[in-house]
């Protein structure tokens, strides 16, 4: 079976010097399952990049509906819904979930083959996360699968004994609801400091995943979507957790450049 043509450009050089609704991207996480408003990340832009905080009176996201509770600060390459009242939308977090606001289609980028980099750094303590990963569009449901492409929890920062930043560096596949993947994830310990700039990668084509940091393959799976993707990046506080006494005060996520180059 052909791949599906991919709702939007297939390629992309993003250094977000200017602000990214412009060029399709959008501020919000999942805004259909709440609105645009109540999922806005707190963003900027600017010479370095693409700045996603959580700063303090940064609301929750879907209260009383997503548990945990958890606020959050992303952007996405993509993002559509069906009508108020639907079930048409995108990564739904339970059965029979319904649209609460209706969001038109945007698209800046949904790749369906080829090679995503993503450069970016991450200040994160025990209570929060970042992330980089790679979505179907689910224009159908089946077309939901996941190429997580980084994914850190603060609480696992740590060092070896040398005293060098070691984190558990998540990547893999969720299938979600395609029929054709199989969940093959890990966060293996790795020695990397996240506050430091890397660049986190994934090449893959139907059937084939490969992984990569700063040019270094970590993982290959025999596996892999074969439909557009949209890429999203988030920055994530989880307000039940412990922070501890060195958390940040602010949790942060800078992007300074996303390739997109088709394969």
């Not at 993003?14 to 999942?30: D, H, I, M």
């Not at 408003?37 to 370095?48: N, S, V």
């Not at 970042?130 to 224009?139: N, Q």
């Not at 969940?183 to 992984?211: I, L, S």
Request: aromatic share 8%.
């Amino acid at each position: 079976m052909p791949a599906p043509h991919a709702p939007g450009p297939t390629a992309l050089d993003e250094r977000f010097a200017t602000p990214p609704e412009e060029r399709g991207w959008t501020l919000a996480y999942l805004p259909a399952w709440s609105s645009y408003t109540a999922a806005a990340a707190a963003a900027r832009t600017g010479p370095d990049g693409l700045h996603l905080t959580i700063p303090a009176d940064h609301p929750v996201w879907c209260p009383g509906d997503h548990v945990p509770p958890l606020r959050v600060s992303a952007a996405q390459s993509g993002s559509w819904s069906g009508p108020v009242g639907s079930t048409r939308g995108q990564q739904p977090f339970r059965a029979g979930q319904t649209v609460h606001e209706e969001q038109p289609a945007r698209w800046a980028c949904t790749p369906v083959a080829g090679r995503v980099e993503v450069t970016c750094r991450a200040t994160i303590g025990p209570g929060s996360m970042f992330s980089a990963w790679l979505v179907g569009v689910e224009d159908v449901p089946e077309r939901s699968g996941e190429l997580c492409v980084v994914e850190v929890f603060g609480d696992t920062l740590g060092t070896d004994e040398d005293g060098m930043p070691t984190a558990a560096l998540g990547s893999g596949v969720h299938p979600f609801r395609d029929p054709d993947l199989r969940e093959e994830f890990a966060a293996p310990r790795t020695a990397v400091d996240v506050a430091a700039r890397h660049t986190y990668a994934v090449t893959w084509r139907p059937g084939r995943a490969v992984f990569e940091v700063d040019g270094v393959v970590t993982r290959s799976l025999a596996q892999g979507p074969g439909y557009p993707l949209q890429l999203m990046l988030g920055v994530f506080d989880f307000p039940d957790r412990p922070h501890g006494p060195g958390a940040p005060a602010v949790p942060e996520l800078v992007v300074e450049r996303v390739r997109v180059t088709p394969g």
